[in-house]
């Protein structure tokens, strides 16, 4: 069984930096692609960014491209989301998945998810 935790939400600033971090247990991050999405009130739930199993490849989406990297950590089991330059739209619930990844952007394509934590950036 996989289990998924977030950390590190909190609130900002616009153009203040926040890292999101998901520790995975049993052994998610080397079977696995991981993902962050979010979900703000009243919308869906969108992709934010991944990262492959093989190759660690990483793919963003274009709201975020150049603000936002995720970074893979074997040794600590865990991805992070590094978030710069944070804008009010970016305020959200981000929750980390695993799964196929296939493809990338799709809920669907993710197995296991975490919690979720809050991001709000204020203006």
């Known amino acids: 069984q996989e289990e998924l935790v977030e950390s590190g939400g909190g609130l900002v600033r616009a153009g203040d930096s926040l890292t999101l971090s998901c520790a995975a247990s049993?052994?998610?991050?080397?079977?696995?692609?991981m993902a962050w999405f979010r979900q703000a009130p009243g919308k869906e739930r969108e992709f934010v960014g991944g990262?492959?199993?093989?190759?660690?490849?990483?793919f963003y989406a274009d709201s975020v491209k150049g603000r936002f990297t995720i970074q893979r950590d074997d040794e600590q089991k865990a991805i992070h989301l590094l978030m710069n330059s944070l804008k009010p739209e970016d305020t959200a619930i981000y929750s980390c998945?695993?799964?196929?990844?296939?493809?990338?952007?799709?809920?669907?394509?993710?197995?296991?998810w975490g919690q979720g934590t809050q991001v709000t950036v204020s203006s």
């Open positions: 049993g052994g998610a991050l080397s079977t696995s692609a």
């Open positions: 998945a695993a799964g196929t990844g296939v493809p990338m952007t799709a809920p669907t394509s993710f197995t296991y």
């Open positions: 990262i492959t199993r093989i190759g660690s490849f990483t």
